[in-house]
């Protein structure tokens, strides 16, 4: 039999990894001294410690492998797994060289594109209006028309307003929690969403044209969309008998700001 330190270097693995490995039950000594406490390993141990670093070296975690190794979980299993993470985070890098040729192609034209950035947005409540409700389609009318009645409701949120752009458009005010039906107003849940997201300063009318260049981003970094477009007020004008929160409202359409969000998976 060997002690921890001579087995550590036939084994490869540190005397510390094997003292850890023990005293998890991911692998124990063949014989433990009651009075020394000195650990003893067998050379048959070999084949097992080696499968352990195997399952290391592929990224697997100890819990992950303490499942297998114990027998609780099937190895085939636990190995598929592990694949299909790998796989994931082989997309992800892929994502990301692709986002970064993007950034240096334009850098190399000298363009100033705005900067694209992948982000994680909460579920969020909230009442709709689609424009089909109002009078030639018309959004300014549609949000007056919705934060009146949000307004009058007393659920306003102190959360920017925005809408949903895709075979129609829906404009949408935060809630701080659901109000009566109204009519042509609808509450419901905006799922959270993985989003690739772009800042656009400056009037509407050159929103087409930044909504274009966000799809072509996420294209060209190999995202699919997954849903209708976002698009978030961050600064705006309104009517002051709306009483909106005073942190969102500009004077000049100069000074508008707002944020597309496209989901990406």
Same mark, same amino acid.
């Given at each position: 039999m060997f002690? /921890?330190?001579?087995? =550590?270097?036939?084994?490869?693995?540190?005397?510390? %990894?094997?003292?850890? !490995?023990?005293?998890?039950?991911?692998?124990?000594?063949?014989?433990?001294? #009651?009075?020394?406490? !000195?650990?003893?390993?067998? =050379?048959?141990?070999?084949?097992? $410690? #080696? #499968?352990? /670093?195997?399952?290391r070296n592929v990224g697997m975690g100890l819990d992950a492998i303490t499942r297998a190794i114990a027998g609780h979980a099937d190895l085939a299993a636990v190995l598929a797994e592990r694949r299909a993470e790998l796989e994931r985070e082989q997309r992800e890098?892929?994502? #990301?060289?692709?986002?970064?040729?993007?950034? /240096?192609?334009?850098?190399? &034209?000298? %363009?100033d594109a705005p900067d694209v950035v992948v982000r994680s947005v909460a579920e969020e409540p909230v009442a709709t209006l689609s424009l089909d409700e109002v009078p030639d389609h018309?959004?300014?009318?549609?949000?007056?028309?919705?934060?009146?009645?949000?307004?009058? =409701?007393?659920r306003r949120a102190n959360r920017p307003p925005g809408a949903l752009v895709d075979d129609r458009v829906i404009v949408f005010v935060?809630?701080?929690r659901p109000m009566k039906p109204v009519p042509g107003v609808a509450c419901r849940l905006l799922p959270a969403s993985r989003m690739a997201t772009i800042l656009h300063g400056g009037g509407y009318a050159a929103l087409p044209a930044a909504r274009r260049s966000l799809e072509a981003w996420a294209g060209a970094a190999g995202y699919s969309i997954g849903g209708p477009l976002r698009v978030v007020y961050l600064q705006f004008?309104?009517?002051? &008998?709306?009483?909106?929160?005073?942190?969102?409202?500009?004077?000049?359409?100069?000074?508008?700001?707002? &944020?597309?969000?496209?989901? =990406? $998976?």
């Open positions: 002690t /921890v330190g001579a087995f =550590a270097r036939i084994s490869g693995v540190s005397a510390k %990894a094997l003292r850890g !490995y023990d005293a998890m039950g991911l692998f124990r000594p063949v014989r433990v001294d #009651r009075l020394t406490g !000195y650990r003893y390993y067998s =050379a048959a141990q070999l084949p097992q $410690i #080696r #499968r352990i /670093v195997a399952l890098v892929e994502r #990301r060289l692709a986002a970064l040729d993007i950034r /240096v192609a334009a850098g190399t &034209e000298g %363009a018309d959004v300014g009318a549609a949000f007056y028309e919705l934060e009146s009645r949000v307004r009058d =409701a007393g935060p809630l701080r004008g309104a009517e002051p &008998e709306l009483r909106l929160p005073v942190g969102y409202l500009v004077g000049r359409s100069a000074e508008f700001l707002t &944020e597309l969000q496209l989901p =990406a $998976i």
